[in-house]
């Protein structure tokens, strides 16, 4: 199953508020916790970024179900910006 267009402008308009460019310039510094343990800053950023956005609300367990992570991390990748070139 893939994320519908409708999902993902659902979930683009709940991330856009919180990918500011001071979060950016935090994990591209890496001024974040456990960075050390980070592989792919990207991968990191973009799914902090939409556990965040559960946690405040703007996208429920129940919008991510039937997702797999694969399914996410594809919607996340047009949702996200990359921060760098990975």
């Known amino acids: 199953m893939k994320v519908g267009k409708d999902t993902l402008e659902r979930w683009r308009e709940a991330i856009a508020p919180l990918d500011t460019p ?3 310039a ?3 510094a ?5 960075a050390h343990t ?4 990207n991968v990191r950023y973009k799914f902090d970024l939409l556990w ?3 946690d405040s609300g703007g996208i429920t367990y129940r919008d991510l179900d039937g ?3 694969t399914h ?3 919607a996340l990748g047009r ?3 990359k921060l760098v070139a990975a």
């Open 22 to 24: 001071e979060l950016r």
């Open 26 to 28: 935090r994990y591209l």
């Open 30 to 34: 890496r001024d974040i916790p456990r």
């Open 38 to 41: 980070v592989k792919d800053i």
């Open 52 to 54: 965040a956005t559960v």
């Open 67 to 69: 997702y797999n992570d």
């Open 72 to 74: 996410i991390s594809t």
């Open 79 to 81: 949702i996200v910006p």
